[in-house]
Nanobody
Framework: QVQLVESGGGLVQAGGSLRLSCIASGITFSLNAMGWYRQAPGEQREWVATISSGGLKNYGDAVKGRFAISRDNAKNTVYLQMNSLTPEDTAVYYC????????????WGQGTQVSVSS
């Protein structure tokens, strides 16, 4: 059974940073692409970043240059380092397994709330 568990969300002031983590279990983590998506209140879910099994990275335009995705296969963990946060980054952030870019895979975490105050 695949499980994805996110952590690291919280409240931060504009211009601040947060690092999200997602631990995966029930799969061979190193063989799978991983991604982060977000959903703000009243909005559709938005692709944030993805990283392939080989470490290739891809970012949505809204976060390019500010966010960085990485993975540690020894820990079955994918990270999202978020810098220069703005109130527009406020959303629930979801970890995803098996997708690429704007096409998510079938497995999702429960989400972690990120709130950025102005």
């Amino acid at each position: 059974q695949v499980q994805l568990v996110e952590s690291g969300g919280g409240l931060v002031q504009a211009g601040g940073s947060l690092r999200l983590s997602c631990i995966a279990s029930g799969i061979t983590f190193s063989l799978n692409a991983m991604g982060w998506y977000r959903q703000a209140p009243g909005e559709q879910r938005e692709w944030v970043a993805t990283i392939s099994s080989g470490g290739l990275k891809n970012y949505g335009d809204a976060v390019k240059g500010r966010f960085a995705i990485s993975r540690d296969n020894a820990k079955n963990t994918v990270y999202l380092q978020m810098n220069s946060l703005t109130p527009e980054d406020t959303a629930v952030y979801y970890c995803n397994l098996g997708g690429w870019s704007s096409r998510p895979g079938p497995y999702w975490g429960q989400g972690t709330q990120v709130s950025v105050s102005s």
